[in-house]
């Protein structure tokens, strides 16, 4: 495994690096205050091409490799989670389904408008009652001559309130478990399908979720992802590549705090001398340092061998458990280097704080993450 990153990539790591510094961080608080990235912003960004990081060149996109778009997300993470989470969905969750089981003709219809950020994907995977047990989803997907007829509950979907195109994972079959879930690219103005009111979170301000309910929504056969049944492993794929990208992100939303809290460790003077100079202080900094570089070890060894063709999952499930915990330590102690003023609002630790927890939760749990690894352990 090489650990120097090629020479393309590391000058778009820097290129996407001058664009944070100079575009997203003057209005990191502003969007974290309006809940809401101004449209001038989601222009540039579209510009810059970061809609189509990962989708194909043949449909307009820049066809990143893992490694590529790591390396982006790291960087993008560096002023506020919202601006990586904005463009993730067309990036992964929201697009990779397409890319991965769609038709040509439906790839090539939706993919370059995709790459464009002109429009916007998202994912209809999670229900009230279907969490980390994906495959229990009680969505329902019933064929009716080229048509299927889908009727369910979604809820939580990033982006949900202006996506265009819903990736939507509904079973054929209940009794079939994981093996009856489908996947369907299901369009916005489908007649039954209506996008409720954005739910309040911790964190993430800047970007919503909202619930999706699909009331005997038609699709034509063709919008199917896949053949019936294939939904729960395309999922379980498209969530390898999502994890990754959380990972990656963590690493560069702690590299952040970890500067943020060099800068103030230096400059604070209490007791006639500056924080740095208590071991206390200093050895929070070495303990923080140390794990991004192990976290980011990890991001490139799960990128290099999903870029060699190889299963990833396991090596995906552990960059996201180590990193997205890694950074939940670095932005707690964040919180205690800055004292009193890592408490108030407005506060870089104090928001980076509150919006990684929940990196420790969606696209799999902790938990589900350790699962996984003990799994693919145990079976070998
Ligand atoms: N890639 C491809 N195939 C995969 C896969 C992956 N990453 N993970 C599992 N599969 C396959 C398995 O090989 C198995 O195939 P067979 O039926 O041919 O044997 C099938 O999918 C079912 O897998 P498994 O038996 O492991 O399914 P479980 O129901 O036990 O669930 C977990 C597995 C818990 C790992 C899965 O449900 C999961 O990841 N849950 C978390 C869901 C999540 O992230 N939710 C957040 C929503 S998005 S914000």
């Keep these: 495994m ?31 205050r309006e809940n809401r990235i101004p449209e001038s912003v989601l222009r540039s960004m579209r510009d810059l091409g970061l809609y189509g990081l990962v989708i194909p060149k043949e449909h307009g996109g820049l066809g990143l490799s893992a490694l590529g778009m790591c390396v982006v997300m790291e960087e993008l993470s560096r002023a506020n989670l919202c601006f990586r989470i904005m463009i993730t969905t067309n990036n992964g969750i929201g697009s990779l389904g397409l890319v991965y089981a769609g038709s040509p003709e439906l790839q090539r219809r939706h993919l370059p408008e995709l790459a464009s950020g002109e429009k916007i994907g998202c994912f209809a995977l999670t229900e009230p009652e279907a969490g980390s047990d994906a495959a229990s989803l009680r969505t ?31 079973t054929v079959d209940r009794s079939l478990g994981s093996r009856g879930l489908t996947a369907f690219w299901v369009e916005r103005d489908t007649p039954g399908l209506t996008v409720g009111r954005s739910e309040p979170k911790m964190g993430l301000h800047g970007t919503r979720v909202a619930e999706v309910l699909l009331d005997g929504c038609r699709v034509p056969a063709s ?78 060894a799960a990128a290099w061998k999903k870029d060699r063709g190889e299963r ?57 993450q350790r699962l996984v690894i003990s799994r693919d352990l145990l079976e070998g």
């Design 2 to 32: 090489d650990l120097e990153l090629p020479e393309e990539l590391r000058l778009l790591g820097q290129t996407v690096r001058r664009f944070v510094t100079r575009e997203l961080d003057p209005i990191a608080d502003q969007v974290e």
């Design 312 to 368: 990833a999952t396991r090596h995906c499930s552990m960059a996201k458990l180590y990193c997205s915990e890694m950074a939940g330590r670095v932005a707690d102690r964040a919180v205690q280097v800055f004292g009193g003023m890592g408490y108030m609002s407005g506060n870089i630790a104090e928001r980076y704080y509150r919006d990684l927890r929940v990196y420790r939760l969606y696209e799999g749990t902790s938990e589900i």
């Design 223 to 300: 919008a199917r992802l896949g053949e019936e049944g294939d939904g729960f492993k395309l999922a379980m794929r498209v969530l390898d590549h999502g994890r990754l990208s959380i990972a990656a992100s963590s690493v560069g939303a702690a590299q952040r705090l970890l500067e943020a809290m060099v800068e103030h460790a230096r400059t604070r003077v209490q007791f006639g001398r500056p924080i740095a100079e208590n071991q206390a202080i200093a050895w929070m900094l070495a303990d923080s340092a140390t794990e991004i570089e192990a976290a980011r070890g990890l991001v490139l």
């Design 140 to 170: 329902t997907a019933t064929r009716d001559g080229g048509e299927y007829v889908i009727h369910g509950a979604k809820i939580w979907i990033t982006n949900a309130d202006i996506a265009d195109y819903f990736t939507v994972m509904a």
